[in-house]
């Protein structure tokens, strides 16, 4: 928190793999939030990250056919 509200702490950008790419969107964000977390691990040294969204997302509960359990962890 910085003056009150959330800001970012970094930006990454890179290219999703072809099967990333090829994912519903709600699944890309989830693939892009993974992504970033595994890219920054050098800056925060282990310490906690919390990650905010402007929404629920739960995978847990409901099943994809889009994903096998491999691709999820």
Do not use: N, W
């Not at 099967?19 to 989830?30: K, Q, S």
């Not at 050098?42 to 990650?51: D, K, S």
């Amino acid at each position: 928190v910085h003056g009150g509200a959330y800001r970012p702490a970094a930006y990454f950008s890179a290219i999703f793999d072809p099967v990333t790419a090829a994912l519903p969107g709600c699944l890309r964000a989830v693939a892009a939030v993974c992504q970033s977390l595994s890219q920054c691990e050098g800056v925060v040294m282990g310490y906690p990250v919390t990650v905010m969204i402007p929404h629920s997302v739960e995978l847990t509960r409901t099943k994809t056919h889009h994903l096998m359990g491999a691709r999820l962890t």
